[in-house]
């Protein structure tokens, strides 16, 4: 196979050891041919017979090497032929794949790549995610070319759900989603440079959550529901006694139970670092009730619903509840109760009782001791002690 045969000058040629070719059949030939190129003699493939090169297309490819290298103009080499070609198809490609983003629209985007990629998160973040989608995005910017996107359109965007009343929480939901399909399809090649939400003045409110349930107040829910949503009292009860969120509550399998040590493990909650939650008498009580009902082992969900699924939210029943015992003419959704209250209790209650801030937050999970502080106006007498120790001090 290493046997070269010089046909002319510049061009070779040698045979398969077994393989025929052509009428009369004789040795398939591989084709060379070679030329010198700034100096440095060459050898380069052109291919078999049996593949469609022949004598005639070798000296061809070869004149036409020879006459760019007299020239100037053109590949000298058939390794500088292929460099050009191929940059030639990718700038092809480059522009085919810019003319095709340039045809896929907002809707184009959520429905094929977005949307079918955010089946991971939560269910209310779905249900919040598509309402906003099809209330306000879809209408707004769905049939406008991804990559035309601007400030200007994600402005009237804003400025539609700020006169229709919506919160800037929600407004900077919608806008967050933008972000997020923007990431996708920059990671996919469809777009490039920042997201035009970056440009996007947002409205600002302090919306953090000011409600929380007394002792009395909380007692009076559990007694609510314990008739008309049982199944929301028992997830209730560890809202307001372990800090959990409903979504970590609805995620809880008996495998995350402990209950030699009296913990329950939370894993994959929203701050992304899991951590445990300690169990009160009456959260055992809790658990060990329903523990009975557990009979595919330990993977099982521990709150199912009336057809034996995961529960997807909260029930409109205990909404229901909490809008006949606490909000009535409440317009303001930082002090109207929800689920998210209990939550809000149970840190409000640990701060009320001199909980350092640092426990609080481990508890909370809160992913910075930043996201506790917003509880720290619960403790006046951790700043009357301060001014009393001033006191003190001066001999007052």
Known sequence: MDNWVKVERGIRYREHPTRKHGVPRRPDRYYVIRLAVDGVMRQEALGWESEGI????ARLELGKLREAKRTGKGPRSLGEKREIDDSKRRAEEEARRIAEAARITVADFWQNNYWPAQRHKAHGSLVAEEALWSKWLQPHIGETPLVELTPALLDKVKFDMMEAGKAPSSIKYAMAVVSQMWTLADRDGIVTGRCPTKWVDLPWQDNRRERYLTVEEADKLLAALSTRAPLMKDMAILGLDCGLRFGEIAELTWQDCDFTRGMLQIRDPKSGVNRVAYMTARVRQVLEARSGNASRGNEEYIFLDGNGYPVQ?????????CNELFNQGVTDRRYRVSFHTLRHSFAS?????????????????????????????????KFKEAIDVLNNAQGS
């Open 313 to 321: 939210g909260t029930s409109k029943a205990f909404k229901n509840v």
């Open 349 to 381: 209650r640990l701060v009320e009782a001199s909980t350092d801030l640092y426990s609080v937050s481990k508890l909370m999970g809160h992913s910075t001791i930043k996201m506790t502080e917003r509880y720290s106006h619960l403790s006046p007498n």
């Open 54 to 57: 022949t004598l005639e297309k």
